[in-house]
């Protein structure tokens, strides 16, 4: 008797019996070769490790640069792409993004290039007492450079955005406010806008010196003291700017302040609470809303960007 001449219900049971028998046999031919079957519930490495020489540092730091499926599509080989760079936290690495968020599906849902690069708690400071932590001029100057010349993107400040959370979170708005030129959207989650609050903390005295003696310089590198940079700026930094916080995170207060004082000098900003804390989950779930705040910045932007030339104008 063949399948087809049985009754529909029994046909349906062997069949399930039939591809229950073969999901045994690859996962007993998977152990056998020495390979777990939980391997097959691995999500696949995301991206391109790289490694960039920094002339600054006089080393080479390592990166991961995701770019969208539709980057390898061969009809859409003229096409360009915004970038966001998106920052770890302390005791991060250039992976952390990666093993949480699921940046391939970002970046071809959005047609964006991701780049994570590696910060090494360094704060993304220029460090005047460690010439190997300049990471200011890495990520604003020769990370920035060599993804421009090395991938298919808009080479100017009006398609390039930069986020991060915590440490990464300072490092986002730090490095865009002082460097307006060059990023023209940024955004942050749970970071720390006043590094002077926490002067034993999270090794910013390794890069900046210990407070007591270098008062001046750690209140000049506190982003809750670069306002003056957005309001006197003719390029306007501070049209795309995101600053996101859970109510129960340990930098809310610092957070709320910067608010307020970009409230006061009325300087155009989104500012989102939201139920949670410092940890992960947060981190992951407001990245959705992040990227969706670039792209509608990069969609805005195309009015300054020529497609054929890439040239801009100062809005």
């Known amino acids: 008797m063949t399948i087809t001449n049985l009754h529909p219900a029994t046909r349906r049971c062997l069949q399930l019996l039939a591809l229950f028998a073969l999901v045994l046999t690859t996962s007993a031919s998977a152990c056998a070769n020495g390979q777990s079957s939980d391997a097959y519930d691995e999500a696949p490495p995301q991206g391109d490790t790289i490694q960039i020489m920094s002339p600054s540092m006089n080393r080479s730091i390592t990166n991961l640069v995701i770019v969208p499926e539709q980057y390898f599509d061969p009809d859409l080989q003229d096409e360009q792409y915004p970038v966001i760079y998106l920052l770890h936290g302390y005791d991060g690495t250039y992976d952390s993004w990666a093993e949480e968020a699921d940046l391939d599906d970002l970046a071809s849902e959005y047609g964006v290039i991701i780049v994570c690069p590696d910060g090494q708690d360094s704060w993304y400071f220029d460090s005047p007492i460690d010439p190997a932590m300049q990471f200011e001029t890495y990520v604003s100057s020769e990370l920035v450079n060599y993804i421009d010349n090395h991938y298919r993107t808009f080479d100017n400040r009006y398609m390039r955005a930069i986020c991060g959370l915590s440490m990464g979170g300072h490092g986002a708005l730090f490095l865009a406010w002082r460097h307006p030129d060059v990023f023209w959207s940024c955004s942050s989650m749970s970071g720390n806008m006043d590094i002077t609050e926490f002067p034993d903390k999270?090794?910013?005295?390794?890069?900046?010196?210990?407070?007591?003696?270098?008062?001046?310089?750690?209140?000049?590198?506190?982003?809750?003291?670069?306002?003056?940079?957005?309001?006197?700026?003719?390029?306007?930094?501070?049209?795309?700017i995101l600053i996101d916080d859970g109510v129960d995170d340990i930098f809310i207060n610092n957070n709320n302040s910067l608010h307020a004082a970009l409230l006061q000098r009325k300087i155009a900003h989104d500012y989102v609470l939201r139920p949670g804390r410092h940890t992960w989950t947060y981190w992951v779930n407001a990245l959705d809303y992040h990227v969706l705040f670039f792209s509608k910045a990069f969609e805005r932007a195309s009015q300054y960007v020529n497609p054929d030339t890439t040239a801009t104008a100062n809005p």
């Open 202 to 240: 999270w090794k910013i005295k390794d890069r900046l010196g210990p407070y007591t003696d270098n008062k001046q310089r750690w209140h000049d590198l506190a982003v809750c003291n670069l306002i003056d940079l957005l309001t006197n700026s003719t390029l306007k930094p501070e049209l795309n």
